[in-house]
């Protein structure tokens, strides 16, 4: 996936983040490898950035579900059928 957001990026230069949903993709890997980075070389887990980043993360993550589920009919229709 990182390499396809990458060959999107080069193809579109800075046009790419004018789209809201690669946006949320570019901007949630970096969040991602920031939290990484803090777990590795952090000897307490309850750091406040720490909490801060996992909190966006998961912002992000609900935020992309119901953006397919607008996008999407199949996607609803498998949501619709695991609850």
């Known amino acids: 996936m990182i390499l396809q957001e990458l060959a999107q990026l080069k193809e579109q230069g800075l046009d790419y983040f004018k789209d809201y949903y690669n946006l949320i993709d570019a901007s ?3 969040i991602f490898l920031l939290t990484f980075l803090i777990r590795i070389f952090s ?3 309850d750091a406040v950035l720490l909490i ?3 909190a966006v ?3 992000q993550s609900f935020n992309k579900v119901f ?3 607008r996008i999407y009919d199949d996607f609803n229709f498998i949501l619709i059928m695991a609850t």
């Open 43 to 45: 000897e307490k887990d």
């Open 67 to 69: 953006y397919f589920v």
């Open 52 to 54: 801060l980043f996992e």
């Open 28 to 30: 949630q890997f970096v």
């Open 57 to 59: 993360l998961l912002f």
